[in-house]
C-alpha cells in the first residue's frame, strides 16, 4: 500500500488502502456494544486477540495505543484491530464513548497493523453497525448471512471512501512525496500544483478524493503525527518538538495540535507514559 508518513503512524485514512486486496470473511463470532461515562482512566487489555475487530465509534474521544500504533478515535471514526499477538494495547478514555465492536475472521490477513478511518460525515455506516447489532441480538431466521451481507457493505463503503483509480493517484504522487519530504518547511499550495502539473482546484479535489481532506489539512497531519511519534519519544519537550516540526509559535503549534489530537501536547504525553505504565 502508499503509506505516506515517514515515521511509525497511521494516517486515519490509511485503511482504505490497506483493505484494497480481497478476502473472504469466514465467520462472524459475535457484536457487541459498548458505552462508557467520562473518564481518564487508562484501560489495558493483556490477552492476545482470538478474532480480528472492527469498531465503530458513534461519540466520545479515547487515545488507542497497539501494538507500537497510536490513534484519536472519536466520532465517526472506524478502527481495526488484527488477530493474534496483542503486545501493547491500552485505551485511554477522554469522556463518554459509544460504540459497537464486531469480531470475525477473514481468511487471509486483512492487514497485521491497527488502522483507522475517520469517515466524511455523509458516508452512512452508522446504520449498519446498528442494523447488524439489532439482527444479532435477535437471531432470527437467517440473521447470520443478513450480518455477513452488512459487514461486507461496511467494509465496500470503507474502501470506496479512501480509493483512487491510479492514474489519478499517479496525478498527486509528487505532492504527497515532496510533502514527506519537507513537511516541516513551509509549503505552498502553487508548488505542490505546479510539481504536479495540475491546477490548485484539481489537487484540492483529488487530496479530497483520496484523503478526504484538502492539502493544507493533510500537511498539518503529517505534521502532528510527527509531533505525537517525538511526544512519544520522551527525548524532547514541547517547544523542541513544535519547532522540529516547523512552528516558531509555540501557542500556534499547541493549537493546532489539539485541534488534531483532542488533547494538548502536555496531555497527550502525560497520557502516552500512563498507557505505558
Not at 458513534?58 to 490513534?71: E, I, P, Q, Y
Not at 475517520?118 to 444479532?136: G, T
Request: with cysteine; glycine share 4%.
Amino acid at each position: 500500500c502508499d503509506c505516506f508518513f515517514p515515521r511509525d503512524r497511521l494516517y486515519s485514512v490509511t485503511g482504505g488502502d490497506i483493505m484494497r486486496h480481497d478476502f473472504i470473511i469466514t465467520k462472524i463470532c459475535n457484536v457487541i456494544p459498548y458505552e462508557s461515562q467520562a473518564s481518564d482512566k487508562v484501560i489495558a487489555f493483556r490477552n492476545n486477540l482470538s478474532t480480528s475487530e472492527l469498531i465503530y465509534h458513534f461519540s466520545g474521544k479515547s487515545l488507542v495505543c497497539f501494538n507500537g500504533k497510536t490513534a484519536l478515535c472519536e466520532k465517526n471514526t472506524i478502527r481495526f484491530l488484527p488477530k493474534g499477538e496483542n503486545r501493547n494495547y491500552t485505551v485511554t478514555r477522554m469522556d463518554h464513548i459509544e460504540c459497537i465492536d464486531i469480531f470475525f475472521d477473514t481468511d487471509t490477513c486483512i492487514s497485521d497493523e491497527m488502522f483507522t478511518i475517520k469517515l466524511n460525515n455523509d458516508v452512512a455506516i452508522a446504520p449498519l453497525f446498528k442494523k447488524i447489532f439489532s439482527l444479532w441480538v435477535a437471531k432470527n431466521d437467517g440473521y447470520y448471512f443478513e450480518c455477513l451481507s452488512l459487514l461486507y457493505k461496511i467494509f465496500a463503503a470503507c474502501q470506496k471512501q479512501t480509493y483512487l483509480p491510479e492514474s489519478q493517484y499517479r496525478k498527486i504522487k509528487p505532492a504527497i512525496e515532496y510533502i514527506g519530504e519537507n513537511f516541516t518547511n513551509e509549503i505552498s499550495i502553487a508548488k505542490l500544483s505546479t510539481l504536479c502539473g495540475i491546477s490548485d482546484s484539481t489537487l484540492k479535489k483529488l487530496f479530497i478524493k483520496k484523503f478526504g481532506i484538502t492539502p493544507t489539512k493533510y500537511i498539518i497531519g503529517v505534521r502532528m503525527h510527527y509531533a505525537c511519534d517525538l511526544l512519544r519519544s520522551g527525548l524532547y519537550s514541547v517547544s523542541q518538538v513544535s519547532l522540529m516540526c516547523g512552528y516558531n509559535s509555540l501557542y500556534y503549534f499547541s493549537r493546532q495540535f489539539k485541534a488534531h489530537e483532542g488533547v494538548s501536547p502536555s496531555e497527550y504525553r502525560k497520557q502516552i507514559a500512563l498507557a505505558a505504565k
